[in-house]
């Protein structure tokens, strides 16, 4: 049962780690920290993309920096509460690192893959320039009743597809992880540059369960 719903998540990221190591939480005696990967996209553009990692999986204390990853894990989600409201807060959980000398250009560097549950009405709309937009927010069940809340992106056709999709309805994604910085107005005079995360669903569909 455990591996089927491991199977529901599962993401592969190829980039350079970016940032020292920083403490995040402990579990049972054993200590995870965050660490950025920058991932290239095939547009030469990047996205940053925030990777939680065990302390017994790696040395938390070395230097990685300008050093290249494969990593498989799975996209995680978690509440925390800030400004008297909870953030979703996301990143990669790495199952398996593997340092390597370079990302060959035109890799598949970026690829996830979510089975899960569809857990609010989907936003749809149309830019200024008439690009057809979707957002989504998948529930992907997670071990021991817990689950990840994942919110997804679709464009065109794709998007058209899921402005239909109901509330609890199962749905299979794949895609990339994307970065996206916005600012977010604190007060009438003071903005804050921030990132989101989301899926970039580049194919999905319906599950009868």
């Given at each position: 049962m455990t591996d089927?719903?491991?199977?529901?998540?599962?993401?592969?990221?190829?980039?350079?780690?970016?940032?020292?190591?920083?403490?995040?939480?402990?579990?049972?005696?054993?200590?995870?920290?965050?660490?950025?990967?920058?991932?290239?996209?095939?547009?030469?553009s990047m996205d940053n993309i925030p990777l939680m990692v065990s302390e017994r999986l790696i040395d938390v204390n070395g230097d990685y920096k300008g050093m290249y990853i494969v990593v498989n894990g799975q996209f995680r989600s978690y509440n925390r509460h800030e400004e008297r409201k909870n953030k979703l807060v996301l990143s990669v959980f790495a199952r398996e690192i593997e340092f390597v000398d370079e990302i060959c250009e035109n890799t598949k560097s970026n690829q996830i893959y979510l089975d899960g549950y569809i857990c609010k009405e989907p936003i749809y709309r149309k830019t200024p320039l008439g690009r057809e937009i979707?957002?989504?927010?998948?529930?992907?069940?997670?071990?021991?009743?817990?689950?990840?809340?994942?919110?997804?992106?679709?464009?065109?056709?794709?998007?058209?597809?899921?402005?239909?999709?109901?509330?609890?309805?199962?749905?299979?994604?794949?895609?990339?992880?994307?970065?996206?910085?916005?600012?977010?107005?604190?007060?009438?005079?003071?903005?804050?540059?921030?990132?989101?995360?989301?899926?970039?669903?580049?194919?999905?569909?319906?599950?009868?369960?």
């Amino acid at each position: 049962m455990t591996d089927k719903v491991i199977e529901n998540n599962q993401v592969v990221i190829m980039g350079e780690i970016v940032s020292d190591f920083t403490f995040s939480h402990e579990i049972f005696g054993e200590g995870f920290y965050m660490v950025d990967v920058r991932v290239e996209r095939l547009s030469d553009s990047m996205d940053n993309i925030p990777l939680m990692v065990s302390e017994r999986l790696i040395d938390v204390n070395g230097d990685y920096k300008g050093m290249y990853i494969v990593v498989n894990g799975q996209f995680r989600s978690y509440n925390r509460h800030e400004e008297r409201k909870n953030k979703l807060v996301l990143s990669v959980f790495a199952r398996e690192i593997e340092f390597v000398d370079e990302i060959c250009e035109n890799t598949k560097s970026n690829q996830i893959y979510l089975d899960g549950y569809i857990c609010k009405e989907p936003i749809y709309r149309k830019t200024p320039l008439g690009r057809e937009i979707a957002d989504l927010l998948l529930a992907v069940n997670r071990p021991y009743g817990k689950s990840d809340y994942i919110p997804c992106i679709c464009w065109g056709r794709n998007a058209r597809f899921a402005n239909g999709f109901e509330v609890g309805s199962r749905c299979a994604v794949w895609g990339r992880i994307q970065s996206r910085e916005y600012m977010k107005k604190l007060t009438e005079e003071q903005l804050e540059r921030r990132v989101a995360y989301e899926v970039s669903v580049s194919k999905l569909e319906l599950i009868e369960d």
